[in-house]
């Protein structure tokens, strides 16, 4: 089953306004991630967390973490269509490179 | 330039053949990755390999066997294709937490 489940799979907004994906997961970690995914290409990471850290920023970039709760957030603000893609979270067990877990996606289109 | 590179970007084959998927990375990273991502876009992890240890995603048959003849590759050999391995297959190579994924390859068995 997979580790991170995404929360909405699918999300569509308008350019400019601020878009919220939500992810929860099931076991402890070290760390958790956000990639990007343009249709058809490869996965672009975006931004780690570390279980230690519980707010993080990069450029329009916001992510949260809970432990407590087992869940992440990422904010991205101000979005532009060319933010449209599928954002997926991975988690990982340790920082060593082991292998992540990732979620099922969340597809956000930005419409101009 | 090309970080992680892997071909063929499309390889379509019959059932009960036998394929490879190259990899390659000019990352210098020690860790390689090969992951299968379903038509629902789940992506799931199937090896992890670097110079010294190789681990396997229990889930994954023993048809899938990972091949690295130097630390810049990892290519992925699929014995007796059946149609659910239909999928997209990425490689990526990572340091320390971050992983790097190549384009992917698209197959699809008939």
């Known amino acids: 089953s997979q580790q991170g489940e995404e929360d909405p799979q699918a999300l569509s907004i308008q350019e400019g306004e601020n878009a919220t994906m939500n992810c929860s997961y099931k076991t402890s970690i070290n760390n958790l991630q956000w990639y990007r995914q343009n249709s058809g290409r490869g996965l672009v990471h975006l931004i780690l967390i570390r279980s230690n850290e519980r707010e993080k920023h990069s450029g329009r970039l916001r992510v949260t973490l809970d432990t407590s709760k087992k869940s992440s957030s990422l904010l991205i603000t101000a979005s532009r269509a060319a933010d449209t893609a599928s954002y997926f979270c991975a988690t990982g067990k340790d920082n060593a490179g082991n292998m992540l877990t990732f979620g099922g996606g969340t597809r956000l289109m930005v419409k101009p | 330039d090309t970080a992680v590179s892997q071909t063929p970007k499309y390889l379509v084959t019959q059932m009960g053949n036998d394929k490879s998927i190259k990899c390659e990375q000019n990352?210098?990273?020690?860790?390689m990755y090969w992951y299968k991502q379903d038509s629902k876009k789940f992506l799931k992890i199937m090896f992890s390999y670097n110079n010294k240890e190789l681990i396997i995603n229990e889930t994954v048959p023993n048809r899938f066997s990972p091949k690295s003849p130097d630390k810049a590759h990892l290519n992925l050999h699929i014995n007796s294709l059946e149609l659910g391995d239909s999928a997209v297959y990425f490689c990526a190579s990572g340091v320390a937490e971050t992983q790097y994924f190549g384009p992917g390859t698209r197959l699809l068995v008939l």
């Open positions: 990352l210098g990273h020690d860790t």
